[in-house]
């Protein structure tokens, strides 16, 4: 062994693991990490703007590569900052570990300049937080991180390196990369499936949650479409299996098909296949209750602690996606037409209808369909206005939404760059309301430094849309903090050094459109909307109306 300095360690850890990516804002408190990089041409250095933005681009990184994405930020402003995708990470149940520089070991539980108890700030928003006192065993906890984060239903890790310790210059045992232990199925929970499954009269599948990749995806939708069971997707996880499968459903969460939500009702049988049931997908722990009398739940899921944790399973199988969907297609069940039937009302649903407004997001969607190849990523923050591209874009399967379930705003953006660097053979689109955008369009500045080749959509109605929708339905007419004054994007755009234009009109959209396909770098379409047109499917005064 030689001796090296604990950032050196650390750095050395991080390669091991086949990390080539890490996301920052630098800080004084880890420069001896910073230094480390230098000399290490495997991993890339993505500097970014707020410490946000990196915390989203590193979970949407772990999202697309199922192994931890890796953020660096210095204490205090630097992790409260960061905190957002840690919460994202762990709603989400996606890998990511965060590093946070410390304040020195001699100096601790003085109120030293921002000091933070970071154990106890991130317990209970992390699956594990932990801070490293000494750099020998600084492979031993990159290890366990990893391991971690990657194990039962992913998360987010935190750890903190005082910054005296990455200067400590030792002798340590380097630990060997960490591979995800696979979950087979109980052979009798299966038997006790294919008996449910067989028995039901009217079996629905949700699927959703972490752990879809190509095989699970593959193996679930062949086995669904020959048995012809309707497949739904939980919220914002409607990249679990291609759209395109015969009995895809739709998805569930906010403005969901009305048809879909009936059939979950009057199932007699749930396969949840990924998903924890949580309060969006289930409309309040309503559409499907945690005792849900009249209706039998299977409970498919990666962690034993998630199993009737919430809701009781009439039978809890805890197993991976890919090994639960391969061992599904050795049940062969009686035919069924309800899967196509269910598919064909999705596909009515996802076809835009006319509405009488100057820009009309449905139609924009359906040109994008047109225009843009299957496998297009596509990310979106939090606000209405991701609710046209959840209705009326097709999926094309594993890693192409980028979507948090946590419901956080300034998301799009900054994962959008992510999967740009990620994948930059393939069409990347960040969704982002006026609203959503300003709270991360900053990264802007990190996607042209990177050369990132992206397309961002910006709809601005003036307005948090949302709440106003909510304000709206609880206290009508009486309008009061939703009000945006917004800058002009497309200049904001343009000043970042992003190809710009501004879209007023429905008609105008497809060329703007082809104009922007038609380049390469960052390129921004800022479409002006009116937020009276509120969602997909209603209007502001209809909601006054009803209230």
């Known amino acids: 062994m030689t001796q090296r300095t604990g950032g050196q360690i650390l750095v050395d850890q991080l390669v091991a693991q086949g990390c080539d990516r890490i996301f920052t804002v630098p800080g004084e408190s880890f420069l001896a990490v910073l230094d480390a990089l230098h000399d290490t041409p495997a991993i890339e250095t993505v500097v970014c703007r707020q410490e946000g933005g990196v915390a989203f ?218 998903p924890r049931l949580g309060e969006a997908t289930t409309d309040g722990y309503a559409l499907v209750t945690p005792d849900h009398p009249g209706q039998r739940i299977v409970h498919v899921h990666p962690d034993p602690n998630e199993l009737n944790r919430s809701y009781h399973a009439d039978v809890a199988v805890c197993a991976g996606m890919a090994e639960f969907a391969e061992a599904l297609l050795a049940i062969d069940l009686p035919p069924r037409t309800a899967g196509q039937e269910a598919h064909a009302e999705w596909r009515a649903w996802s076809t835009p209808a006319p509405r009488d407004l100057v820009m009309d997001l449905g139609p924009c969607v359906a040109a994008m369909r047109e225009r843009l190849p299957a496998d297009a990523i596509l990310c979106n923050g939090a606000g209405n206005y991701s609710g046209w591209w959840h209705r009326y874009w097709a999926y094309a399967g594993p890693g192409t939404q980028l979507a948090p379930t946590a419901g956080a705003m300034g998301y799009g953006v900054p994962a959008a760059v992510a999967a740009s660097l990620r994948h930059p053979e393939r069409t990347v689109v960040a969704l982002a309301g006026d609203g959503c955008f300003l709270m991360n369009g900053q990264e802007l500045a990190t996607a042209v430094a990177q050369r990132a080749d992206m397309l961002v959509l910006v709809v601005d109605n003036g307005g948090y849309g949302t709440i106003r929708m909510h304000q709206e339905r609880e206290y009508p007419g009486r309008v009061s903090g939703t009000a945006l004054r917004n800058p002009d994007f497309a200049a904001l755009g343009r000043a970042y050094g992003c190809w710009a234009e501004t879209v007023t009109k429905t008609e105008d959209f497809a060329a703007a459109l082809d104009r922007a396909m038609g380049r390469s770098g960052v390129r921004m379409l800022h479409l002006v909307t009116d937020i009276e047109a509120i969602t997909a499917g209603t209007t502001l005064a209809a909601v006054r109306g009803a209230a």
């Open 57 to 274: 681009m590193a979970c949407a990184d772990g999202t697309l590569t199922h192994r931890p994405g890796i953020a660096f930020v210095t204490r205090g402003p630097g992790a409260t900052n960061a905190s957002i995708g840690v919460h994202v990470a762990m709603q989400d149940s996606q890998p990511m570990i965060l590093f946070v520089g410390d304040i020195d070991r001699g100096t601790r539980d003085r109120e030293a300049f921002q000091e933070i108890d970071f154990q106890a700030m991130f317990a209970p928003i992390a699956k594990w937080a932990a801070r490293i006192d000494d750099a020998r065993r600084i492979p031993e906890y990159v290890a366990r991180a990893y391991a971690t984060a990657m194990s039962g239903r992913p998360g987010p890790v935190v750890l903190a390196l005082p910054e005296d310790m990455l200067l400590d210059v030792v002798e340590a045992v380097d630990r060997p990369r960490v591979e995800r232990v696979a979950q087979a199925c109980d052979a009798d929970m299966m038997d006790l499936l294919a008996d449910l499954l067989t028995t039901a009269e009217r079996p629905v599948a949700i699927v959703g949650g972490a752990g879809w990749d190509a095989a699970a995806s593959g193996a679930f939708s062949t086995w669904a479409d020959r048995n012809g069971i309707p497949v739904a997707a939980a919220f914002r996880r409607q990249d679990a299996i291609p759209n395109a499968c015969p009995v895809w459903a739709g998805n569930l969460g906010y403005g969901p098909n009305p048809k879909l939500v009936e059939r979950v009702k009057v199932a007699d049988l749930l396969l949840v296949v990924g």
